[in-house]
Nanobody, 120 residues
């Protein structure tokens, strides 16, 4: 069973920073596009950022210039560095891994979610 293990959420004041981590197995990490999504209360889950296995990144307009996604291949881990946090960044943040294997087809895995709360 594939696991995405997230860590790093918490409570921070507006303007502060947090770093989220998401670790998975090597066989998934090496081929997957990794991403972070978030879901605020009463809202739909939305894309925050993604990074391909080759390192190409994509960001939601709302976080550009404030958030940075990165991959550490030696640790099979993806990070989300969040800076200049705003109260509207408050949400449960989910890690995602998706891709395709030759024998088993497409996959799409989710972490358990980690709460990020930004106080004003």
């Amino acid at each position: 069973q594939v696991q995405l293990v997230e860590s790093g959420g918490g409570l921070v004041q507006a303007g502060g920073s947090l770093r989220l981590s998401c670790a998975t197995s090597r066989n998934i990490f090496s081929i997957a596009a990794m991403g972070w999504y978030r879901q605020a209360p009463g809202k739909q889950r939305e894309l925050v950022t993604t990074i391909t296995s080759g390192g190409r990144t994509n960001y939601a307009d709302s976080v550009k210039g404030r958030f940075t996604i990165s991959r550490e291949n030696a640790k099979n881990t993806v990070y989300l560095q969040m800076s200049s946090l705003k109260p509207e960044d408050t949400a449960v943040y989910y890690c995602n891994a998706n891709g395709r294997t030759y024998y088993n087809g497409a996959f799409d895995y989710w972490g358990q979610g980690t709460q990020v709360t930004v106080s004003s």
